[in-house]
């Protein structure tokens, strides 16, 4: 009888352990925040995101220089501060994400709850601005998403540096860059001098290419 107490109640822990990881990770980051309010809100957090700097911490040729360059003690020192070094600057796009989940849920209930109207009687700047208000809500979604799933990567399984480096290449990098120019794009609707100081913000100029 004892023995199934304490099995029930390492059960019962166990649960607990299990949904308090999945509010404090997932529930709490995309549904737990409060409503910015306003487009400038979520602008005025969009702060050093360096995505210039996050694309030379995951490229191949830093890899390389590592593996070609520095003694074996020197690149598990390596290593161990790239992963540091990458993690330090997705952390505001992680948070940037959640404020923008935050941001476009409201507004895109409401725009789905709008009853379609005549298209002659909407101006096509207010349409488009609504077609990328739904496309940054399901991009700011699914970046925050992988942003979590990829943070529990490199908490979990340290020791895989070399896999996680290339996932962040491949994978992660790209889904970023689509979200923050879709975000710069959409700020851009609202006049172009937003648009310029959102580049200088996130320090990525590139991503105004496809906006012209």
Not at 35 to 40: I, R, S, T, V, Y
Not at 94 to 101: D, F, M
Not at 135 to 148: G, M, N, P, V, Y
Not at 169 to 183: A, K, Y
Request: glycine residues 2%.
């Amino acid at each position: 009888m004892t023995f199934l107490c304490y099995v029930a109640i390492a059960v019962y822990l166990s649960l607990i352990s299990f949904f308090l990881l999945l509010y404090f990770w997932i529930y709490r980051p995309l549904y737990s925040r409060a409503f910015p309010g306003e487009l400038a809100d979520v602008i005025s957090a969009v702060l050093n995101v360096k995505l210039v700097e996050l694309e030379r911490m995951v490229s191949e040729e830093m890899s390389t220089l590592i593996a070609e360059t520095l003694s074996p003690r020197e690149q598990r020192l390596a290593k161990r501060n790239r992963s540091r070094a990458i993690s330090d600057r997705l952390a505001p796009i992680e948070a940037n994400a959640s404020l923008c989940v935050a941001f476009t849920r409201p507004q895109v209930r409401l725009l789905r709850n709008k009853r379609p109207g005549p298209q002659s009687c909407r101006r096509r700047s207010q349409s488009e601005r609504d077609r990328l208000l739904e496309e940054l809500f399901k991009l700011s979604q699914d970046c925050c998403l992988l942003l979590i799933f990829v943070k529990a990567i490199r908490v979990l399984m340290p020791w895989d540096r070399e896999r996680m480096i290339r996932f962040h290449r491949e994978t992660v990098l790209p889904e970023v860059r689509e979200f923050l120019r879709v975000f710069v794009e959409y700020a851009g609707t609202f006049g172009d001098c937003q648009r310029e100081n959102l580049l200088a913000w996130l320090d990525c100029w590139e991503l105004d290419e496809g906006y012209c």
